[in-house]
T-cell receptor, first 114, second 112 residues
Framework: GEDVEQSLFLSVREGDSSVINCTYT??????LYWYKQEPGAGLQLLTY?????DMKQDQRLTVLLNKKDKHLSLRIADTQTGDSAIYFC??????????????FGKGTKLSVIP | DTAVSQTPKYLVTQMGNDKSIKCEQN?????MYWYKQDSKKFLKIMFS???????INETVPNRFSPKSPDKAHLNLHINSLELGDSAVYFC???????????FGDGTRLSIL
């Protein structure tokens, strides 16, 4: 079955890099995603990576994908207090009849210490 | 310009009532979804519609009935509300079922 695992908490100092890790189970996932949820807010699509890529960089964000180990990571450079949020990793296993189902991890709560 | 909008943002009601949550997207997407986020922040899909047709229906009580009057709207009606229905409900949409999903801001449902 599908299962996405992430550590629940991460605490970093402002200005340091944050690395949030995720393991997933389904190799049929075409895309893997990172979503951000600030307190009391909705889910913001932060970035995503196509399954045939190893790395994707977007300004302060770097996504690394190790397909062999089914490991996905999100690195945030120069972490700011505004980065404090819950970060969800998600995979998209094939669920039949041409449809894919977004399956989320439990989220990693990132706390940035000023 | 809001891409995926849900109303209401907050919904407080009593057990046993019937309520609806509306969702609209102006992105021209074909696929729309409803998710439930519980008090521990765990997100789980409830329903998925593609071009007004139901394609995913997870194990959700029959009291929950989605309705898609057109491609841009997916509403959620809940009958006989129970305490365990208290959660945040998110609507989302995507161009296709294997494309990035964009979420609304959520509807915070509290059952008294």
């Amino acid at each position: 079955g599908e299962d996405v695992e992430q550590s629940l908490f991460l605490s970093v100092r402002e200005g340091d890099s944050s690395v949030i890790n995720c393991t997933y189970t389904d190799s049929s996932s075409t895309y893997l995603y990172w979503y951000k949820q600030e307190p009391g807010a909705g889910l913001q699509l932060l970035t995503y990576i196509f399954s045939n890529m190893d790395m994707k960089q977007d300004q302060r964000l770097t996504v690394l994908l190790n397909k062999k180990d089914k490991h996905l990571s999100l690195r945030i450079a120069d972490t700011q207090t505004g980065d404090s949020a819950i970060y969800f990793c998600a995979e998209t296993p094939y669920s039949g009849a041409g449809s894919y189902q977004l399956t989320f991890g439990k989220g990693t709560k990132l706390s940035v210490i000023p | 310009d809001t891409a995926v909008s849900q109303t209401p943002k907050y919904l407080v009601t009593q057990m046993g009532n019937d309520k609806s949550i509306k969702c609209e997207q102006n992105l021209g997407h074909d696929t729309m979804y409803w998710y439930k986020q519980d008090s521990k922040k765990f997100l789980k899909i409830m329903f998925s519609y593609n071009n007004k047709e139901l394609i995913i229906n997870e194990t959700v009580p029959n009291r929950f009935s989605p309705k898609s009057p057109d491609k841009a709207h997916l509403n959620l009606h809940i009958n006989s509300l129970e305490l365990g229905d208290s959660a945040v409900y998110f609507c989302a949409s995507s161009l296709g079922s294997n494309q990035p999903q964009h979420f609304g801001d959520g509807t915070r449902l509290s059952i008294l």
